[in-house]
C-alpha cells in the first residue's frame, strides 16, 4: 500500500525557511492531489496546502504569502517551503495524499510526522 | 473560514461504554465531514468520510452522522484501542478545516 515520509531538518532558526520533502513508496504521485498539514505541540490540525500531480496548488490563505508546495514526479517526491519561520509554526509538519470520490476528498493515507523546532 | 467546533474536548469512559463526539460547524457544508482518531505520537488515521461512510479497514462500531452544521462520531461500544484523540475535518470548501479534538480517555 501506499506509505508517506517526511524528511528534511528538525530545526529551523527565525526569520530561515523551513524546507520538506515527502517521499511516495508503494504507488505512484500521478493521479492525485498531495497535501501538507501541521499541528502545533498540543493543539489542532491546520490545513497548509494541495498539489496536484499536474503541479497545480492551493494554499491556506492564512499562510499563502509564504508558502510554496512543488512536485517532482520523477522522483515520486513533493516539498514544502515556508520561508520566514517564527516561533507560532514550531509544529508536526504532515504530509498526505488527498483521497477522493464523489465530489468528496479526505486525507488518507498520512506520513508519520516530523517535528520542526524554530529556534536560534 | 468555516469553524469547526468539537464537543466536548475531553471525555472519560469505560470499556463497553457507547461514546458519542458532535462537531459543528459554522456555516453548512452539506455531508463533506471526515473523521479522523489520532493516538499519542501517531498521525491521523481516516475513520469516516463523507460524514457517514465507513473507511474500509474500520471497524463497525464506529459510526458517523448528521448533514448541514451538526454531524456526529458514535462508538458504539468502547475497545481498549480506542482511546485516542478524534478530530472532525470539513472537506466543503478551502481552506479545509479541523476540529480542535476531543480527547477519550480511560475512566
Known amino acids: 500500500q501506499v506509505q508517506l515520509q517526511e524528511s528534511g531538518p528538525g530545526l529551523v532558526k527565525p526569520s530561515e525557511t523551513l524546507s520538506l520533502t515527502c517521499t511516495v513508496s508503494?504507488?505512484?504521485?500521478?493521479?492525485?492531489?498531495w497535501s501538507w498539514i501541521r499541528q502545533p505541540p498540543g493543539k489542532g490540525l491546520e490545513w497548509i496546502g494541495n498539489?496536484?500531480?499536474?503541479?497545480?496548488?492551493n494554499y491556506n490563505p492564512s499562510l499563502k504569502s509564504r508558502v510554496t508546495v512543488s512536485i517532482d514526479t520523477s522522483k515520486n517526491q513533493f516539498s514544502l517551503n515556508l520561508s520566514s519561520v517564527t516561533a507560532a509554526d514550531m509544529a508536526v509538519y504532515y504530509c498526505a495524499r488527498r483521497g477522493s470520490g464523489a465530489s468528496h476528498n479526505w486525507f488518507d493515507p498520512w506520513g508519520q510526522g516530523t517535528l520542526v523546532t524554530v529556534s536560534s | 473560514d468555516i469553524q469547526m467546533t468539537q464537543s466536548p474536548s475531553s471525555l472519560s469512559a469505560s470499556v463497553g461504554d457507547r461514546v458519542t463526539i458532535t462537531c459543528r460547524a459554522s456555516?453548512?457544508?452539506?455531508?463533506?465531514l471526515n473523521w479522523y482518531q489520532q493516538k499519542p505520537g501517531k498521525a491521523p488515521k481516516l475513520l469516516i468520510y463523507?460524514?457517514?461512510s465507513l473507511q474500509s479497514g474500520v471497524p463497525s462500531r464506529f459510526s458517523g452522522s448528521g448533514s448541514g452544521t451538526d454531524f456526529t462520531l458514535t462508538i458504539s461500544s468502547l475497545q481498549p484501542e480506542d482511546f485516542a484523540t478524534y478530530s472532525c475535518q470539513q472537506s466543503y470548501t478551502l481552506p479545509q478545516t479541523f476540529g480542535q479534538g476531543t480527547k477519550v480517555e480511560i475512566k
Open positions: 508503494g504507488g505512484s504521485i500521478s493521479g492525485y492531489y
Open positions: 498539489i496536484h500531480y499536474s503541479g497545480s496548488t
Open positions: 463523507a460524514a457517514s
Open positions: 456555516q453548512s457544508i452539506s455531508n463533506y
